[in-house]
C-alpha cells in the first residue's frame, strides 16, 4: 500500500538450550564465521531486470543474493492454497536460479504455510540426497504469485567429495572426547553437507551432524565431524544458561508476591482409579464409580506439562471423598514445595497464550520443567525439551517463583520449535534475536520492559534487561547475546509503544517464520508480516512506525527518502514555465509531492503538486516569470 505523507522535509543530515543470563564456558566452541551480505552491484541489478530494489544484498563469496526485496517478481502461478504456493516456490527457483545461485535441483521444499494474509515458503538447499547445513532460500509469496520477500544463507558450492570413512559410532566418539561428559544422551545424528568458506568459494564436506544433552558438563552440543577425516569443523554448546526465580500458589510475577488462587489446566487426576484430566478452567466432570465415596490421586502432571525436581519428591495427593464433589486445592501453606506448584501454573499459563493468543500449537506436548536443578542453583534454562530452574544459590533466588523468567524460558523452546535447527545459531546476531524473542514477550506480556527484575538478593530494585532504552546498533553490541538483545528488543518495544501490545506481539511471532538470523532481516520480515498487498516496495500500514523504532536502535537504510534533481539554470526565456523535474525514491511511499517557489524579496510561499511521470521520477512546472525576477525553490 501506499504511505501518504503530509509534508516532506529535505535536508542533509549528517536447537537448543537457552536462558536468561551468561554463561561461563569451560570448553571452547569450534565456530565458522559466514560473511554478511553486501550491496549488489548496480550492473547486475540491471542485468536481471530487477526493478525498483528496496535492500538488494550478495554473498561478497559466491555472488548469490542473500535478500532481494523489490517489485514482485511473478512465477505464473495464482496462489490460493499451501500447494499452490509450493508449486510458486519451486517455479521461482527453476526461472530465478541466477539469484538463488543454484539450480532448482538443488533445493527441497522444507515448509510451507499461510502467515497472516500471505504465504511462506522455504526451500533447504541440498547436493543429491543430503541436506547443507544452515542454507535455505526464505520466500514470501502473494495470492498472485509473486514474491515479494526473499531471504537466503544458500552457498554455492563445486562438485563435493562424498566419501564416508567414519561411521557414526566413530564420529560419536571423536565428538565426546572433545567433551568428556560424566552423562550424555544423543538426540540427532545425521550425514550432511557443510558449506566451509574460502576466500574466493565455499568448499563443501560431508560431515556427521551430532547432537548431545550433556550433565557435567551441561550443554546441548553440536557437531559437524568430518565424515572422511573425522576433524572436528564445528562445535558449539547451544545451551546458554539463565538467572532468575519464582514462587506462589501462585505468584503472579515475583517470590514475595501475595499469592493467588487460580485454576490447574489440564493436570492428570484418577477416581477409583479411572484417569482424566482437568480443563483449562480445571474443572472436570463424569469421572470415576457411581456410588458416593470415591478415592482421589493426583499429582503436577498433565498434558502440556509434567513437574520434576532434582532434590525433593513432587506434590502429590491421594485420598478419599464421601460425596460425589470433588473439589481439591494445592495449599502452599502446606507442606507441598511452592516451586513446584507455581512452576506448574505458569509453565500450564504461558502454553494456553502461546496456543490461544499466538496461534501456536506446536507446544502440544508434555514438557519436562524441572525444579532445583543441580547444576548450576543460580541459573535457569531451555535444553531442547524442557525448561530447568536452579533452587537459587548465593546471587539469586528460587527461579522457578518468578512467572517472566518462566515465560522466557518457554519462549526460548517456541523459538526453536519455529526455526530450523541450524537457521538460528547461538551467537552474534542471531543469538542475540533469540534472546530479545525470550524477554520481549514476557516483558509485554506483564507491560513492564524491565526483565528479572527482584531475582537478586543483592537488591530488589535490580534487574537483568531493559528493553525500553536507547541501545544502537553496532554502537552498543559487545557481543554478548543477552545484552546485545536489549537492541533489537528496544526496537520492538518502540514499535509497541506505538501500535499496542497486540498487534505487535503478533508481528514479532509471525517474523520469526521467515526465519531472520540478523537485526535487519528481523526489520523486513516485520514489515513482511505487516504488508497488506504484496509488495513491500510501496511501503506498508504501519512501515513507518517500524522504521523508525528500527531505525532508533541503529537497524536499516540510515536514509528513508532520497532525491535525485538537478537544479535550474538562469534562463532568459519569459515565455515558458520552469519546469523542474526530480527522481524522488521513499521506502515508505509517497502519494503526493509539492514544489515550494516563492519570488526573492516577497515573504508568500506557492505550493504546486507535482505530477508523477514515470516510476520515480516526477514533475511540475512554475509559471514563467518576467525578466529580472529571481524564483526560489
Known amino acids: 500500500m501506499k504511505i501518504s505523507l503530509a509534508m516532506i522535509i529535505i535536508a542533509s543530515l549528517g536447537v537448543c538450550a537457552f536462558a536468561l543470563m551468561p554463561t561461563q564456558k569451560t570448553i571452547p566452541d569450534i565456530r565458522i ?29 559466491s555472488k548469490n543474493f542473500v535478500m532481494l526485496i523489490c517489485e514482485p517478481l511473478a512465477t505464473g502461478i495464482s496462489v490460493s492454497n499451501v500447494n499452490n504456493a509450493r508449486t510458486a516456490a519451486l517455479e521461482f527457483a527453476q526461472k530465478y536460479s541466477r539469484i538463488i545461485g543454484v539450480p532448482a535441483e538443488q533445493l527441497r521444499i522444507e515448509n510451507a504455510e499461510k502467515i497472516t494474509k500471505f504465504w511462506n515458503v522455504s526451500l533447504h538447499q541440498k547436493y543429491e540426497q543430503y541436506d547443507v547445513i544452515g542454507s535455505r532460500v526464505m520466500l514470501r509469496i502473494n495470492n498472485l504469485g509473486e514474491i515479494f520477500y526473499f531471504n537466503s544463507t544458500v552457498k554455492p558450492m563445486a562438485k563435493i567429495s562424498l566419501d564416508k570413512k567414519l561411521s557414526l559410532d566413530d564420529a560419536s566418539e571423536i565428538a565426546l572426547s572433545y567433551i568428556e561428559p560424566q552423562i550424555h544422551i544423543r538426540t540427532k545424528q545425521y550425514l550432511a553437507v557443510a558449506p566451509i568458506p574460502s576466500k574466493d568459494k565455499y ?10 544433552r550433556t550433565k557435567m558438563p551441561l550443554g546441548l552440543w553440536v557437531f559437524w565431524v568430518d565424515a572422511e577425516n573425522g576433524k572436528l569443523l564445528y562445535v558449539a554448546n547451544e545451551m546458554p544458561k539463565a538467572s532468575g526465580s519464582i514462587t506462589g500458589n501462585y505468584f503472579p510475577n515475583y517470590y514475595d508476591d501475595t499469592p493467588l488462587v487460580g485454576p490447574f489446566p489440564y493436570e492428570g487426576f484418577t477416581v477409583d482409579g479411572h484417569s482424566g484430566t482437568t480443563d483449562w478452567d480445571g474443572n472436570f466432570v463424569g469421572v470415576g464409580s457411581t456410588g458416593s465415596s470415591h478415592t482421589f490421586h493426583t499429582t503436577l502432571s498433565g498434558t502440556y506439562c509434567v513437574i520434576d525436581d532434582n532434590s525433593y519428591p513432587v506434590a502429590e495427593y491421594t485420598g478419599n471423598y464421601t460425596s460425589d464433589t470433588i473439589n481439591f486445592f494445592w495449599d502452599m501453606s502446606a507442606s507441598w514445595r511452592q516451586d513446584q506448584i507455581n512452576l506448574y501454573y505458569h509453565t500450564n499459563w504461558i502454553h494456553h497464550w502461546v496456543k490461544t493468543f499466538l496461534g501456536y500449537n506446536a507446544m502440544d506436548y508434555q514438557m519436562p520443567a524441572v525444579c532445583n536443578d543441580p547444576y548450576d542453583e543460580d541459573n535457569a534454562y531451555w535444553d531442547g525439551y524442557g525448561i530447568n530452574f536452579g533452587g537459587g544459590g548465593t546471587a539469586l533466588y528460587n527461579l522457578a517463583l518468578f512467572a517472566d523468567i518462566i515465560y522466557h524460558e518457554y519462549t526460548h523452546g517456541v523459538t526453536h520449535h519455529i526455526y530450523p535447527g541450524d537457521a538460528l545459531p547461538y551467537t552474534g546476531q542471531s543469538g542475540a534475536i533469540d534472546e530479545a524473542l525470550s524477554d520481549y514477550f514476557p516483558c509485554s506480556i506483564f507491560d513492564d520492559p524491565l526483565m528479572g527484575e527482584r531475582a537478586y538478593r543483592s537488591s530488589p530494585t535490580e534487574y537483568m534487561r531493559n528493553l525500553n532504552n536507547s541501545n544502537r546498533y553496532p554502537d552498543d553490541f559487545v557481543g554478548e547475546v543477552h545484552y546485545d538483545g536489549q537492541i533489537v528488543a528496544g526496537a520492538w518495544w518502540d514499535i509497541r509503544s506505538e501500535l499496542g501490545a497486540e498487534y505487535t506481539d503478533s508481528l514479532v511471532h509471525f517474523a520469526r517464520f521467515s526465519y531472520p538470523a540478523t537485526f535487519e532481516e528481523f526489520l523486513y520480515a516485520i514489515l513482511g508480516v505487516d504488508d497488506d498487498d504484496g509488495n513491500l516496495s510501496n511501503g506498508t500500514p504501519n512501515a513507518g512506525v517500524i522504521y523508525n523504532s528500527f531505525h532508533n536502535h541503529g537497524i536499516g537504510p540510515e536514509n528513508f527518502l532520497t532525491i535525485e534533481h538537478t537544479p535550474l539554470t538562469s534562463t532568459e526565456d519569459t515565455l515558458t514555465p520552469l519546469t523542474v523535474e526530480a527522481e524522488i525514491i521513499s521506502i515508505l511511499g509517497v502519494d503526493s509531492i509539492v514544489v515550494a517557489y516563492r519570488i526573492l524579496g516577497e515573504m508568500i510561499w506557492y ?4 505530477t508523477n511521470t514515470t516510476d520515480d521520477n516526477w514533475s511540475a512546472e512554475i509559471p514563467r516569470q518576467p525578466l529580472g525576477t529571481t524564483v526560489q525553490y
Open 203 to 212: 568448499i563443501g564436506r560431508l560431515v556427521w551432524y551430532l547432537e548431545f
Open 33 to 61: 564465521e559466514y560473511p554478511n551480505g553486501i550491496p549488489a552491484d548496480e550492473n547486475l541489478i540491471k542485468e536481471l531486470d530487477i526493478e525498483r530494489p528496496l535492500v538488494s544484498k550478495i554473498d561478497p563469496i
Open 607 to 610: 505550493y504546486i503538486p507535482m
